[in-house]
């Protein structure tokens, strides 16, 4: 539903953090941030989709005001197709991914930027470290790895997989394996990044050179769920569910009793369930 500010999220404040989510196709219709507004907290956004969102005035997928505790963080995320309607209504500007005001900042890892309208950014500070994908210059990435006015050739948002809607890349993207494995962190925590915005996980070898690396923004190409089901015991007992769950960087394997200490029969491989009899 569009409103004033924060047409899908309004932190007001407070500390907030996203991760795995989407946020699409919401509106601020007479005001800024889209997707959403962050008034004076702190926002993290992790291996998350903010597409297709709109603003009057700025920051149609997201916007910034003030930096009191903090400001915004955002690591592994994808910010296509959000605009903004006019951005000469008074207090606005031209960030269609991200806007701000009072001193706003955002600090960027390996996040697609664009394609939005009329621009990227406007309004905000922007720090990066690194492996960002930009359609134009203005959010002032400076870093070697960071790539600007180049399109990274995204799919449309659809259901490829996981909880949540995301937008694939396309072959050729530049975003495919931007990363080097030693830089797959997530940018909260510094531990190892292993899954994508979907849990499906990474690092993946998507261009074809035999290294691992990590994919820039919420989707990893080539990606393979976490295992689930149902796997037989090779003591003739039958199957046993296999449950899986995140916790934070861990991946936790819960089964059932029916096997016997001595069974040998469960062994987890990246991307693959294995059966081993005893």
Not at 166 to 188: W, Y
Not at 223 to 251: F, K, N, R, Y
Request: proline residues 6%; negative net charge.
């Amino acid at each position: 539903q569009p409103d004033a500010g924060g047409g899908g999220i309004y932190n007001a404040g407070g500390s907030l953090t996203i991760t795995g989510s989407t946020i699409a196709g919401n509106g601020a219709v007479q005001g800024c941030g889209g997707g959403i507004y962050s008034n004076g907290g702190a926002l993290n956004i992790v291996n998350s989709t903010i597409s297709g969102n709109q603003a009057e005035r700025n920051g149609g997928g997201l916007y910034i005001y003030s930096t009191s505790l903090g400001g915004g963080l955002l690591g592994w995320a994808t910010f296509p197709s959000n605009y903004v309607t006019t951005p000469t209504a008074p207090g606005g500007g031209e960030g269609g991914a991200f806007g701000g005001g009072g001193g706003g900042t955002i600090l960027l890892k390996a996040t697609i930027l664009g394609p939005s309208s009329p621009a990227n950014c406007s309004g905000i500070v922007s720090t990066s470290q690194g492996f960002n994908v930009a359609t134009d210059s203005t959010c002032g990435l400076t870093l070697s790895s960071d790539v600007q006015g180049i399109a990274p050739m995204l799919a449309a948002l659809e259901d490829n997989g996981g909880p949540v809607r995301t937008h694939a890349l396309l072959p050729g993207s530049p975003a495919i394996d931007r990363v080097p494995a030693p830089g797959c962190r997530d940018i909260l925590t510094s531990s190892p990044l292993v899954t994508d915005g979907r849990y499906f996980l990474r690092p993946v070898d998507g261009d074809g050179d035999l290294l691992a690396d990590c994919d820039t923004g919420a989707y990893e190409l080539s990606a393979t769920a976490i295992p689930a089901g149902s796997v037989p015991d090779g003591s003739g007992i039958g199957g046993v569910p296999l449950q899986v769950e995140m916790a934070g960087c861990d991946i936790r394997l819960n089964w059932g009793t029916s096997c016997r200490d001595t069974d040998t029969d469960y062994e987890v491989y990246r991307g693959t369930l294995g059966t081993y009899y005893s």
